[in-house]
DNA sequence: CTCGGAGTTCAGCCTCTTCTCAGGGACCTT
DNA sequence: AAGGTCCCTGAGAAGAGGCTGAACTCCGAG
């Protein structure tokens, strides 16, 4: 297994190396996002470990980069704390999985071997329950042939859904996974928000692929409506 | 059955030994992360208890370690109050099961029963007892193919129900475990509840999994009715 | 500057859940 | 068989949770 690490920071950056390295794993350190993109097209890495916050290009950047060069690799993006979107955009721009800072270290190479072991195939660009598709290209949605325009917002939620189909979510980890944590204002904005989702993505197509939990939050209905 | 404890707070940890023993339980008692992978090892446990907060190294660390060295013990793991990241990040580090602070002590021996019964098989999410199961991540019990939706309260029941199956578990333990050590209202409650579950899990499937002990409280049939 | 789209807040309405209560039934003891 | 205790269940009140339309702010495009 072989992992590239790009990370500006350079005691993060080491002690994520050497750290990877005490598990067997190779890892090959970057510092910067242009670079990132070079070295990234390397198809012999079996992840990308890619931090948000880069000189040159930013993460996004390089993480769409690849993406529109046809790199397949898993990728795993480095947010902050507080970085309001910056998962769901992370997903958005066709990153695999994402790791909020301060993360675990254990957690990090347990998500890398997940990544690892699902391959290059995790990566299509598109998420897909039934039906019911969200293309992170082209950043719309898609219920059979008929193409919908999503807002940001309605797009982060709805992907986050889509992500994990047949789990139901929390309303309040909805918030932060869209709004972020640290998000002050009505919780009420989710339902508000479900309810944009139902009117685009369901009621033209009598379709209820969005159930409510009571007491819990939202479901996606694993055949898509 | 045989435990092992890590836990840094001795108040804590020795308060479980001793009510594991009130059990008939044999539990052992190791105050850091090192001690705990050291006697992790020992094949003897049925089950592990794990603190997350830890001197030495932590217990995700501890967690990852014994499953990197092979060792298929069960393990729970004591998550924080409000470390809602903690309880996915210990199921990825291999934990099998997580009991978020502050716990009863009741569900504590009442997760470790059931750990230690499915022994090394692993944490699915899924309760299940002959053809009923119950799906923590869908949040939903199914009958055979057949989905049930439950409210909060019901579910909350019915998993106490699940968690040990063949024990008569007695009304007030119910009422604890669902409504809270300091619920004040009618006990009658539970009678009510059980009502519900019936109709929603046997009625309609000609089944009685739920048995009444008179004088004591409720048993789930171990074959699921 | 104006316009329109996106994001958010809010209040009212409606539905579902929760809980209480009381009557009747089941079961046990004597 | 009588009486007592425990359990079951239907009805309904109270309240929490969820949905939606309206209005407001913000911001960027034209």
Redesign the pocket.
């Known amino acids: 297994m072989k992992v590239l690490v790009v990370e500006d920071e350079v005691n993060l950056g080491t002690s994520i190396c050497d750290g990877l390295e005490a598990e067997g794993i190779e890892a090959e350190l970057v510092g910067d996002g242009i670079t990132g993109v070079e070295r990234g097209n390397d198809a012999s890495f079996d992840a990308i470990v890619l931090d948000i916050m880069l000189p040159g290009l930013n993460g996004f950047r390089v993480c769409a980069d690849l993406r529109a060069a046809g790199v397949t690799t898993p990728i795993l993006m480095l947010t902050a704390k507080d970085g309001e979107l910056d998962e769901a955009e992370a997903l958005d721009t066709g990153a695999d999985d994402f790791l909020r800072k301060p993360f675990s270290f254990v957690v990090l190479v347990a998500r890398l071997n997940a990544l690892a072991r699902r391959g290059a195939r995790g990566y299509s660009g598109i998420l897909e329950v039934g039906d019911l598709a969200l293309d992170r290209e082209s950043h719309r949605a898609r219920r059979g042939d008929v193409s919908i ?1 999503l ?4 797009f982060a939620l709805l992907a986050i859904l889509l992500a994990q189909p047949g789990k139901a979510i929390r ?1 309040v980890d909805l918030v932060n996974e869209v ?1 972020g944590a640290d998000f002050e ?2 919780p ?2 989710v ?2 928000y ?2 944009y989702l ?1 009117r685009k993505i369901d009621l033209p197509f009598s379709r209820r692929s969005i159930e ?1 939990v ?3 939050g939202y479901r996606m209905d694993p055949a898509g409506g």
């Open positions: 325009d807002t940001p917002r309605e309303k709004w204002g009505d009420n904005i339902e508000v479900i309810g139902r409510t009571r007491g819990i």
